[in-house]
């Protein structure tokens, strides 16, 4: 993992406001352990988390079986650690994940999450899947993908499966991949979509030194999905090396001002297009913590919805997250 600048100490900006927490990973991998108990402890000293969703991220996959179907493991995992909690009498925030859904198994896909809602029963709350592609060998991807993706026939049927079950599908996809996402889901509006982390914009490899048109080109995407009533929007993963800005470099952590104020033209953007009742907030813990902490990180989001009204802020903080992945 990234060495993280010293963190900003800031106090909880409107400790009364409470916040759902869409996405978030846990693991234990590059020498940092990012268990239940420590995303529990980063929530009690800030902002009051009320529910917080786990991200699959490529964990306890089973060691043996069909290469398609050891991700059931991971599901099996998280619910074993949240029914454990329970057991000892410690309630965790967290209230379920979103299990991996690779869409271009296509057909073969249903037998997939059905072994993962046997598994987590009703701790399943969605699904994703992850197709981000860039040229650029700056810009790793961790998920196998390509540049059709979303022309290929398995997905499509991929697409039919994953809806079928009533549950949201999360995409993880980069900006230049908007437009190809927009054609794709034309096919299937009645999928309940949420795009993770923006849509991906990028300030790596080729698109360093871009931001300008980098957000041109996102905005246009953006766009044509916006037009879709059935496609959400997760606001954040922008504190990530991915997007850019370069903090996790900084000797100090950047404060909830400084981040508020260069997320501000991405924010005006998406809620411009999507509305408070279509988009949600969003930390990507640990991943979002080489840049700031949480305390910092949820002060910024507040700083860019306080001109709203309560309710569009309500919708935001948590609202939106409660009703497209059903945590009320």
Request: hydrophobic share 40%; net charge negative; aromatic share 10%.
């Amino acid at each position: 993992m990234l060495a993280r600048p010293a963190a900003q100490v800031e106090d909880v900006i409107e400790p009364q406001w409470s916040v759902v927490d869409p996405h978030h990973h846990l693991w234990n991998r590059g020498g940092e352990c990012y268990d239940l108990a420590a995303f529990e402890a980063e929530a009690a000293a800030g902002h009051p988390v009320r529910a917080s969703l786990y991200v699959e991220c490529q964990n306890h996959y089973l060691e043996q079986g069909p290469e398609a179907h050891r991700c059931v493991g991971e599901t099996r995992w998280l619910v074993q650690e949240l029914e454990r909690a329970g057991a000892l009498g410690a309630p965790t925030v967290c209230r379920g994940l979103i299990a991996r859904a690779d869409l271009a198994l296509g057909g073969h896909l249903q037998a997939v999450l059905e072994q993962h809602l046997q598994a987590g029963a009703h701790w399943v709350k969605g699904w994703r899947f992850c197709a981000a592609w860039d040229p650029s060998p700056a810009i790793r991807s961790h998920y196998p993908s390509a540049p059709d993706m979303f022309e290929r026939d398995p997905t499509a049927h991929g697409l039919d499966a994953a809806a079928r079950t009533g549950l949201a599908l999360d995409l993880w996809v980069y900006f230049h991949q908007l437009p190809a996402v927009a054609r794709w889901l034309r096919r299937q509006p009645d999928a309940l979509i949420v795009l993770d982390h923006c849509g991906g914009p990028i300030g790596l490899g080729a698109h360093a030194g871009r931001r300008d048109e980098v957000l041109a080109e996102w905005t246009q995407g953006l766009r044509q999905l916006a037009g879709l009533p059935r496609v959400h929007l997760k606001f954040g993963g922008l504190a990530m090396p991915l997007a850019g800005f370069g903090w996790h470099r900084w000797p100090e952590a950047p404060n909830s001002q400084a981040l508020a104020d260069a997320w501000r033209p991405y924010f005006d953007i998406a809620l411009d297009m999507f509305g408070p009742g279509r988009m949600m907030f969003e930390s990507n813990f640990p991943v979002d913590r080489s840049g700031c902490s949480q305390i910092t990180l949820w002060n910024a989001f507040k700083r860019l919805c306080s001109p709203l009204s309560i309710d569009e802020r309500r919708q935001l903080l948590g609202g939106t997250a409660s009703d497209v992945y059903r945590l009320h």
